[in-house]
């Protein structure tokens, strides 16, 4: 309501919907991290995001993460085309082999009839594990 209403739209015509989460909120814990466990800076603004060494350190982060995190866990990407390029490197760099030792690894499907069925299947690897 605030940002529609200070940009002046009519209150009378905002309306909000919202669905439940498939993680309770009870299970989250959103976290910013500014750097990895080397120390290095993790900067995904346009210019870094890409490069090797942001890469790396995403992926000593996330196998770090994944060590510690009972259950299940869910990482968040900008857009399916930067999602991809993280997969590829940390497959090429053997992370994704180290984490997959821990955890399942479910991708977020580009269509939505695709998607109830990782949800399930995602929830289903938590409840197992």
């Known amino acids: 309501d605030q940002l529609f209403v200070s940009a002046g739209a009519d209150p009378a015509r905002v309306s909000s919907f919202s669905c439940d989460h498939v993680v309770p909120g009870q299970n989250m814990l959103p976290?910013?991290?500014s750097?990895?466990?080397?120390?290095a800076r993790l900067d995904f603004s346009y210019?870094?995001?890409?490069?090797?060494?942001?890469?790396?350190e995403l992926g000593r982060a996330l196998v770090n993460i994944v060590n510690m995190v009972p259950g299940g866990?869910?990482?968040?990407?900008?857009?399916?085309?930067?999602?991809?390029?993280?997969?590829k490197h940390l497959e090429t760099s053997g992370v994704l082999a180290r984490i997959e030792n821990k955890k399942k690894i479910f991708r977020e499907p580009k269509t939505s009839s695709e998607l109830d069925k990782v949800l399930g299947d995602f929830a289903t690897a938590v409840r197992l594990s």
């Open 73 to 87: 866990m869910v990482v968040f990407f900008p857009s399916y085309d930067y999602e991809k390029l993280v997969s």
């Open 47 to 56: 210019q870094f995001r890409d490069k090797k060494e942001t890469l790396d």
């Open 31 to 33: 976290l910013v991290i």
């Open 35 to 39: 750097s990895g466990p080397s120390g």
